[in-house]
């Protein structure tokens, strides 16, 4: 509840402004170590808590039973949850020609390639990693001094609307193209305060579609 209250609107997100709904990491983190924590270790149990957690109930159990799964090595994962999984790890994920095995291998030589590049050795049976000492990175913070103060329907098709007046120092147009024939790309050009801001190109096919028609962000304060 009190991750929900604090964390659960959202600011980058159009679609979680105002509203119990949330795909940044900061409240999906805390569910994950929710489940880690209160899970003790336990699989199935970890699993459950990140998942009745809510919010991105998909991805937080999967990354929490897959930081735990790391921890106890994949032999120790239980065969409750591994039965059905191995059904499917041949098979390619939809739009490309990569499965879940090839995912493994992937991974596994990516790592490997890591350890190499920073001085770690590889063997047969054993690698060898080189302790770096941590280092601070530049914090970089999303969406700096921007705040939602308004979320407007306008309900309206783009060849009904000349404009649409704002007071603030940005804003995002939300939306979709809608056409019988999946391949058409409408183009459109959008501007503030009468200067072009950018032409974008809007699929109609649902897959490759601009979830957010326009946005702008960085304005100067004032009416637009």
């Not at 404009?163 to 959008?190: H, K, M, Q």
Request: charged fraction near 25%; include cysteine.
């Amino acid at each position: 509840f009190e991750c929900e209250k604090k964390w659960s609107s959202d600011i980058g997100c159009p679609d979680g402004v105002f509203v119990p709904f949330n795909i940044d990491a900061t409240i999906n983190s805390a569910y994950i170590l929710i489940g880690l924590l209160y899970g003790e270790g336990d699989f199935s149990r970890t699993l459950d808590i990140a998942t009745r957690c809510g919010q991105d109930s998909d991805c937080n159990p999967a990354s929490a039973a897959g930081i735990l799964g790391t921890m106890i090595g994949y032999n120790a994962i239980p065969e409750r949850w591994m039965r059905n999984l191995r059904e499917v790890e041949d098979l390619n994920f939809a739009y490309t020609d990569i499965s879940l095995n090839r995912t493994y291998r992937l991974s596994y030589e990516q790592a490997l390639e890591g350890i190499r590049r920073n001085g770690g050795l590889v063997t047969d049976q054993q690698v060898e990693i080189v302790c770096q000492n941590p280092e601070p990175v530049r914090f970089e913070q999303s969406f700096e001094g921007h705040y939602p103060i308004e979320r407007r329907s306008v309900g309206k098709e783009l060849r009904e609307l000349s404009e649409i007046r704002f007071d603030g120092i940005g804003a995002v147009l939300t939306g979709s193209v809608r056409c019988p024939d999946e391949s058409y790309v409408a183009e459109v050009t959008f501007s503030i305060d009468g200067q072009p801001v950018e032409r974008v190109k809007l699929p109609a096919l649902y897959r490759t579609r601009r979830h957010e028609l326009f946005w702008k962000y960085q304005l100067p304060e004032g009416e637009h």
